[in-house]
């Protein structure tokens, strides 16, 4: 079993950046593959960016060029760094492992125009 704690949300003006981080617990970490997910208001919950072990990436068609998906196997951390950020890239972001199908509890991110 593992936890997955997010950070770093909060508000920002459109054109902003923030930078998200998921610390995870577990000692298998560096074997795991991650994904950051977000669900808007009334919408379903969608892939933003993927990880793998072996630090391959995969992006939405939406974020590509914006974020950045990174992790630090030292830390047990991943990151999502958010650039030129829009009003509909507002949502609640969520972590998960793929290993262990777990969630972590979201953080908002709300961009303003």
């Known amino acids: 079993q593992v936890q997955l704690v997010e950070s770093g949300g909060g508000l920002v003006q459109a054109g902003g950046s923030l930078r998200l981080s998921c610390a995870a617990s577990g000692s298998t970490f560096r074997l795991n593959r991650f994904g950051w997910y977000r669900q808007a208001p009334g919408k379903q919950r969608e892939l933003v960016a993927g990880?793998?072990?072996?630090?391959?990436?995969n992006y939405a068609d939406s974020v590509k060029g914006r974020f950045t998906i990174s992790r630090d196997n030292a830390k047990n951390t991943v990151y999502l760094q958010m650039n030129n950020l829009k009003p509909e890239d507002t949502a609640i972001y969520y972590c998960f492992n793929s290993n262990f199908d777990t969630w972590g509890q979201g953080t908002q991110v709300t961009v303003s125009s």
């Open positions: 990880i793998n072990s072996g630090y391959s990436t």
